[in-house]
Nanobody, 132 residues
Framework: HLQVEESGGGLVQPGGSLRLSCTASGSEFTVAYYAVAWFRQAPGKEREGVSCVASGGAHTMYADSVKGRFSISRDSAKNTAYLDMSALKSEDTAVYYC???????????????????????WGQGTQVTVSA
């Protein structure tokens, strides 16, 4: 069983930047082989997909609301996935969740999707608050 953990959340002013990190433990985890996605849930709203990267690494996807502002990546040396967020807005305030799926599970090698059932393991979330 994999334990996923997010970090890097916090309070940031509108227009600011933040980097979220995602790593895992409890089983052999090599981030370069896993499809990774970030979801978020704002107060009173349903959880929504933000960004994902296919396990093969060639395909990424972003929600329209974050295109051009957020960037997803994986660092093999640090065995960590990241979500770099810039030009943050108050509407980006939410709990951000990292979710991963192992190679061979599902069909996310060539293309990833922002669909919750496709991901096996989830973190507990990290709070991002954008406020002046």
């Amino acid at each position: 069983h994999l334990q996923v953990e997010e970090s890097g959340g916090g309070l940031v002013q509108p227009g600011g930047s933040l980097r979220l990190s995602c790593t895992a433990s409890g089983s052999e985890f090599t981030v370069a082989y896993y499809a990774v996605a970030w979801f978020r849930q704002a107060p009173g709203k349903e959880r929504e997909g933000v960004s994902c990267v296919a396990s093969g690494g060639a395909h990424t996807m972003y929600a329209d609301s974050v295109k051009g502002r957020f960037s997803i990546s994986r660092d093999s040396a640090k065995n960590t996935a990241y979500l770099d967020m810039s030009a943050l807005k108050s509407e980006d305030t939410a709990v951000y969740y990292c979710a991963v799926v192992a190679p061979g599970y599902g069909n996310l090698f060539k293309r990833c999707v922002l669909s919750e059932p496709e991901y096996q393991f989830w973190g507990q979330g990290t709070q991002v608050t954008v406020s002046a």
